[in-house]
């Protein structure tokens, strides 16, 4: 697939604001500060649609972006370690999962896990809680241009071996680099497949 064009659309507060039209939706969600807006940048090729900070917690809401006036690309708010009080987090989770349960026409999620770090227990909640709602989704291992080789293998397989404890059938997983644009193409194809 072929990105022609890309414009910020809007930012919902609540599943109640978002567009109304029947465009298909491919979300972006991941813990706080994994590089979810840098890899939308990446897709689109545009440095700053989507806003981009070192400050975990920047993303507060549902953010809407039309690609080729064909469907969206929607940034969540991130989940896991952002400065915020425990009452704005469970906004935001609320916000999340109503979005996640309501949304007829979203398409896929893709998740985005820290190929740096070991396995964290908000993502691998995050994932069982997508497992028990049968809401397909894709794995996107990012950062990974900041690891040796050997070193993002083992960290890989590290993540395998722990969903394997609740998966009988691993989730489709893609290694990404912003930076290298180490997985573009793949994430690209992965929109028609999946398209509603």
């Known amino acids: 697939m072929l990105i022609k064009s890309a414009e910020f659309i809007k930012s919902a507060t609540d599943v109640s604001n978002c567009p ?3 465009l298909p939706e ?20 545009k440095k700053n649609l989507a806003k981009t900070s070192t400050t ?3 993303t507060q809401f549902i953010n ?3 690609i080729n006036s064909e469907f969206y690309f929607v940034d969540l708010p991130g989940y896991g370690f952002a400065k915020v009080s425990k009452q704005i987090k469970e906004k935001w989770e609320g916000m999340i999962k109503n979005y996640i349960l309501k949304r007829e026409k979203l398409a896929i999620i893709f998740i985005l ?9 908000s993502d691998l909640r995050f994932l069982e809680w997508l497992g028990k709602n049968k809401i397909k989704f894709v794995l996107l291992y990012t950062k990974a241009d900041k690891l040796k080789k050997q070193e993002l293998r083992e960290n890989i397989l590290s993540y395998k071996t722990e969903l394997e404890k609740y998966w009988k059938d691993l989730p489709l997983a893609i290694i990404t680099s912003s930076e290298l644009k180490t997985g573009k193409e793949k994430i690209l194809e992965l929109l028609t497949i999946f398209k509603k």
């Open 20 to 22: 109304k039209n029947n």
């Open 26 to 45: 491919y979300a972006f969600i991941g813990r706080s500060n994994v590089g979810k807006s840098s890899l939308i940048n990446m897709l689109v090729n």
């Open 56 to 58: 975990p917690g920047k």
């Open 64 to 66: 809407y972006f039309l």
């Open 113 to 121: 896990i820290d190929s740096r770090i070991e396995p964290q227990q």
